[in-house]
């Protein structure tokens, strides 16, 4: 297999200061949705220029920002690749974005590798072109050279972008589809290193970015192995036995509900257990709460918790609501739940 230019030429001008290459040299790179909408009168992002590179993350992401849902088709998505050198630090990135996963729903609309000067002169050079071989983006770069004065290199533990790819979605089908990123691209340019140039690609961490296609509040969950699990939770039904909640002092309602995974957002046979948790409040706040557990949902399969009695001490304000969620495990803090509200007026 051939060297990487990229390596060839950093690591000759790191060996001209005799740099030392750390026992445990690791680095990451990290795929996150971006906030690219507010562009300067050049329609350049203005959170990727060169004094800023500093972006949010897309409102519509989640998980950290690696994966993104309610897409609509007429929209463009943005990925920051980003670099973040390990204990010894790093003169350089060339990676390349895999979105096999997710064709035919995405098409390339844009890509770039990016440079840092600014507010340090980390990477300031990029080797190379950046090229889409679909379902490829190869070669996305930046690098230092600090012996011949081309920039400093990261730090340990510093960030900084490679670059990014822009992506339409073409096509809006429910389902979740992984977009990686790693050292595999087909040019053969790629490659992480750090800060003496030495090959660190074995023992970094490549974390990939999510697309969920879905037209609900599709979550991510844990499965209970730490697996996560596309699914939106839906609850069904939220009954108390009447229509009206009494006035009279220490009143209580059974109350009961009903969820299931809603079809076409996980994969049939999906299955989650859930706790389920009813609350009942007025105007001044929340009188009763009752749980159940465990309570299984199926794709398009309700699971019904207990009947649970909930005690109504007083009927303030004109009116009592119930409030039902079926809490599921949280996947990297997603919010794993469904919930319903039913509400009874006072007589």
Not at 319 to 327: E, K, L, Q
Request: hydrophobic letters at 40%; glycine letters at 12%; one cysteine or more.
């Amino acid at each position: 297999m051939r060297r990487p230019v990229l390596f060839f030429l950093l690591t000759f001008a790191a060996a001209a200061v005799g740099f030392a290459s750390g026992a445990n040299a690791s680095a990451t790179v990290d795929l996150i949705w971006i906030d690219v909408s507010a562009t300067n009168l050049m329609g350049n992002p203005v959170c990727l220029m060169p004094a800023n590179r500093n972006c949010l993350p897309d409102p519509r992401s989640y998980d950290g920002g690696t994966a993104i849902r309610s897409v609509l088709v007429t929209d463009n998505i943005t990925l920051g690749v980003i670099l973040t050198a390990g204990p010894a630090g790093s003169i350089g990135a060339g990676v390349s974005v895999n979105y096999e996963d997710a064709l035919p729903k995405l098409g390339v609309v844009d890509f770039r590798s990016l440079t840092t000067t600014q507010p340090f002169v980390y990477l300031p050079i990029t080797v190379g072109l950046t090229t889409l071989q679909n379902p490829y983006i190869d070669n996305i770069n930046a690098a230092a050279a600090p012996p011949l004065g081309n920039g400093i290199g990261l730090p340990p533990g510093a960030s900084a972008y490679l670059g990014t790819v822009t992506f339409h979605k073409d096509v809006l089908v429910n389902g979740s589809s992984e977009i990686r990123v790693g050292v595999d691209g087909p040019g053969g340019t790629d490659g992480i290193l750090d800060g003496a140039g030495g090959n660190v690609s074995a023992t970094t961490t490549f974390n990939s970015a999510f697309i969920v296609n879905d037209t609900g509040e599709v979550v991510r969950c844990d499965d209970g192995a730490g697996t996560p699990v596309d699914m939106e939770i839906e609850v069904n039904a939220l009954r108390a036995g009447g229509k009206t909640v009494s006035a009279g002092a220490n009143q209580s309602k059974d109350v009961s509900a009903k969820a299931r995974i809603r079809k076409g957002t996980a994969l049939a046979g999906t299955t989650i257990v859930t706790t389920l948790v009813i609350e009942a409040e007025d105007a001044t706040g929340v009188m009763d709460t009752k749980t159940a557990f465990p309570i299984t949902l199926g794709v398009g399969k309700g699971g019904k918790g207990d009947r649970l009695n909930m005690r109504i001490p007083r009927c303030d304000g004109g009116f009592v609501t119930f409030v039902a969620t079926f809490w599921g495990t949280d996947h990297n803090n997603d919010l794993c739940e469904g919930t319903r509200r039913l509400t009874l007026q006072c007589n």
